[in-house]
């Protein structure tokens, strides 16, 4: 039932709204007591009426019970004092008598409809019982007594005389309860009206409230607003409540966030612009000056196209590394993950980069600890074998070695790459990962780089939720640890 409702809740966007919410709490809060409490003294009002109204007539017809008794009235009613006692009683309280005999016969009927006749009720024989009993019948609006009428007479007991009191007859009563009732109707109306302004004044103190209390959330999104339509960039502050605090400090990181992307975005154009330009720039350069030399002898020719053909195979270097960099900004899903044996396709790459290691008199070895096989994307992972031996190969010394050692544990599997080769200057360390950006830039066209090659590796290892870190020392060599999850974990977008 409950669920129910708040599903129904749910789905009616009108009760979505805090401050529909809000108003509706405030209203029940305060109308729920108020008409509570009007329906409490009501009630309690008509229990104490009746109470007393059935106390007063009780005693009434106690003392005329006596004078009954003195008159002998149930043996002879022609008395004129009773008579007239009985009707001053029932003007009085707008009801009935009926005086009942020994016999259950009825003596006297105020209403004279039954006199004569006999009346035996559960109620009569209880009072013949010595019992006084009051019934209050709200439905029809009266109050039903009956009470004992008893002499008391003096009997002979074995210690001596003694008084008893002995029932002679029951006197059955009703009364209206209609001057109750209207004191009630015209109380009710009161309270009605009473209800009905209080309920006004809550209503209104209600929608003030829970307007004011639901503005600071207006006010947080207006400011998000505000920045989303562009008039501003700076940051937001809502402090009037925690919760709005919360909320616009979680919007301010992320203002920053965006910034930043967008910061790193802008540099990047520039870097990719400024890269792309080199080698146009070297080709025009090269070019001009055999246009300018009319008699430039064919060497000269052979030389410099040979100049401009390298140029050309740098900018295409560049323009493969940016699309794999691009591709790599992709969903995670775009990810093609098989069941790759780590040991095969790392053997497979050094295989490929071994005849460059060669040229360059570097030993390559490959330390297999144990078979591993992994829940990865063998293209992506093939990338980052190569980038990190290709470097540990371009930035070695001749006759330096190259090792790779392959190891696994119950979650993880780890690559670690390590060389003898230049090392990495420690300011240099935390911007290797950054794109274009080289240690040491004047010398990357001899030795061919682009400064994309880590960017490229660390992007393809965040993608499976892998680490990368650096060890290094300069003229020393340095290890790079790849550690990547042996079952892939996924859904979460590479940085
Ligand atoms: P590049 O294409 O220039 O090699 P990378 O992104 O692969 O670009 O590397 C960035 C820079 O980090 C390199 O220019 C180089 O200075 C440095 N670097 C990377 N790997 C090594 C290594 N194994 N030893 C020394 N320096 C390295």
Redesign the pocket.
Known sequence: MWAKLKTIFHKVRFFRSLRIRLLCIIMLVGIAPCVLVCSGIMQSYESRAVRLRTNAVQTQLKILANHLITYNYLQDNSSEVIGAELAMLSNLYDGRVLIIGGNFKVVKDTYDISQGKTIISEEVIRSFGGESLSNYDKVHGYIEMTIPITETVKVMTESGEAEESVVRGVMLTSISTDSIISTMDSLNQRALILEALTIVVIISIAIVLSDILTRPFARVTQAINTVKAGYSNEKISVPDYLETEHIVDAFNQLLGRMKMLDDSRQEFVANVSHELKTPLASMKVLADSLLTQLDAPVEMYREFMEDITMEIDRENQIIT?LLALVRMDKKVSDLNISTVNMNDLTELVLKRLRPIARKKNVEVIFESIRPVTAEVDEVKMTLIIS??V???I???KEHGSVKVVLDADHQMFSLE?S?T????PED?LE???????????SH?KE???????????RSAVLMHRGSIT?K?LEDE??T?IVKIPLNYIGTVKAV
């Open positions: 590394d980038n990190l290709e470097n540990a371009k930035y070695n790459v060389d080769g230049i090392g990495i240099s911007h290797i990962y950054e794109r274009f950006y080289r240690v040491d830039k990357s030795v061919g780089g682009t400064g994309l090659g880590l960017a490229i590796t650096v290094s060599g340095s790079f």
